[in-house]
């Protein structure tokens, strides 16, 4: 089992940056890919990205494409998301997930398929 911690979330004006963390609790972060969602008012929860429990696979959304960044520290137990050339519309909650999947080689989008969940950290882009 794993729990998870966000930080780092804010108010960033758009056309700005912002890193946010996930720390994960238990020895066995590695075993683990890790995934970012968000939500944003009255929409549904949406994938962001993922990487596999090396780092070695990354995958995102279009919406976010050449803009953010997945990264891992598996010493640190912690996954970051580095999320560059902000837009309003990147105003969300964003929630760390993890999936157990020691040695799979590829990450999935597929919410349901993530059993971890944080609490989430909230990220607003002003206009």
């Known amino acids: 089992q794993v729990q998870l911690v966000e930080s780092g979330g804010g108010l960033v004006q758009a056309g700005g940056s912002l890193r946010i963390s996930c720390a994960a609790s238990?020895?066995?972060?590695?075993?683990?890919?890790m995934a970012w969602f968000r939500q944003a008012p009255e929409k549904e929860r949406e994938f962001v990205a993922a990487?596999?429990?090396?780092?070695?696979?990354?995958d995102y959304a279009d919406s976010v494409k050449g803009r953010f960044t997945i990264s891992r520290d598996n010493a640190k137990n912690t996954v970051y998301l580095q999320m560059n050339s902000l837009k309003p519309e990147d105003t969300a909650i964003y929630y760390c997930?993890?999936?157990?999947?020691?040695?799979?080689?590829?990450?999935?989008?597929?919410?349901?398929?993530?059993?971890?969940w944080g609490q989430g950290t909230q990220v607003t882009v002003s206009s």
């Open positions: 990487i596999s429990w090396s780092g070695g696979s990354t």
């Open positions: 997930a993890a999936d157990y999947a020691p040695l799979m080689a590829t990450v999935t989008p597929a919410e349901p398929t993530y059993d971890y």
């Open positions: 238990g020895r066995t972060f590695s075993s683990y890919a």
